[in-house]
């Protein structure tokens, strides 16, 4: 193996421009080819090798892929870096559907030597991260249930964009970002046994939804609302954790269009006298080093030989049989799109 990890970026888009920043600020790690479909093959100006085909890039001389491509290619370009010996960074969600994540791991489980990691970065968020502290201590007593908003003012640009097409994205704002507050929710509560939801595209009418409304609870009886949509009319992220002797409350989180708002993190301790008012606390996070963290956690773990703290394919998979129980349990929504093929 290299000095530094030979890393080739399929899908050399805006999240793909983006993961070279970080990969070039990790020392361990070196850009030598990227792929798009925009692309002609050759070499680009900063003499980093260009194909104009994912599946070409996987001929170059690498160690590791970045895979950012649409959701119906994705799996396949994962499985066949896999199938290569190249260790895999894939971009959420990991497929259309619980099917695509399934034949990812059976092609993993060949390669017990290699890594796969996928992008959840809203754990490497500091809120996040100090919630989860929080939670964990008891210093504000049991966990009681979670309320969740995450929201855009639309899926995206519409004229020509494949998110808006079921056939290629498998599904719509719940699967492209409401996925990101289900894995948080599994990572403060645990899994969730018992689910209801009312599922609609009765605004957008695109064959995905756009507004998707669950209500779920755990086996120790914690119960979790969320609401993912694509008519917020301005972006939105908030969640609301109570617990026996407080709360926390996330408002607002970093990214990269800087649309949410600052993020915050807001403690609430109950007070001891009944009717006194509760004691707030809030913190402000102005640094976004989310997505750098899980790709220098990626690079550890190829280097030294470390288990996928957070994003591996378990979780994954997980959280992806989360979204399609949301969807079935809508049976309206099960039967228009004959989801109860799906693996839930």
């Given amino acids: ?51 104009s085909d994912a599946l070409a890039l996987l001929d170059d001389e690498l160690d590791a892929v970045f895979v950012s491509l649409p959701n119906d290619l994705a799996p396949r370009v994962s499985i066949a870096a896999l199938d290569r010996g190249f260790h895999v960074f894939c971009e959420k969600p990991p497929g259309r559907d619980v099917n695509d994540i399934l034949a990812v791991c059976a092609e993993e489980r060949k390669h017990p030597e290699l890594k796969l990691k996928y992008g959840f970065n809203h754990r490497y968020h500091d809120s996040v991260i100090q919630a989860k502290k929080l939670i964990e201590s008891k210093s504000l007593g049991q966990l009681i249930n979670l309320k969740g908003v995450y929201g855009k003012s639309r899926i995206i640009s519409f004229a020509s964009d494949w998110r808006t097409r079921r056939r290629e994205a498998g599904g719509g704002i719940l699967l492209d970002q409401g996925i990101h507050l289900l894995d948080m929710m599994r990572l403060f509560a645990g899994e ?45 992220f908030r969640l609301e954790i109570t617990l026996t002797e407080g709360a926390i409350v996330l408002g607002g989180i970093l990214s990269g269009s800087k649309s949410y708002g600052d993020e915050t993190m807001t403690t609430i301790i109950k007070s001891p006298e009944e009717g006194a008012m509760p004691v707030e606390e809030t913190t402000t996070y102005n640094i976004d080093h989310s997505w750098q963290d899980e790709i220098n956690e990626f690079s550890e773990a190829i280097l ?9 394919s378990q979780d994954a998979l997980r959280t992806m049989e989360l979204v399609y129980r949301i969807y079935c349990a809508d049976q309206d929504w099960q039967r228009r799109f004959g989801l109860s093929g799906s693996p839930i």
């Fill in 1 to 51: 193996m290299a000095t530094k990890l030979r890393v080739g970026i399929a899908g050399y888009g805006v999240v793909g421009k983006r993961r070279r920043e970080c990969i070039d600020r990790n020392p361990q790690l070196e850009t030598v080819a990227v792929s798009d479909r925009e692309l002609s093959t050759g070499t680009m100006p900063d003499g980093i090798r260009s194909y």
């Fill in 192 to 236: 969730f046994t018992d689910i209801s939801s009312f599922i609609s595209n009765e605004y957008w009418h695109h064959d995905v939804e756009d507004n998707a409304y669950a209500l779920m609870r755990t086996s120790e009886g914690v119960v979790a609302m969320v609401h993912s949509s694509a008519t917020q009319w301005r972006h939105q």
């Fill in 304 to 312: 030294r030989n470390k288990p996928i703290r957070y994003g591996n």
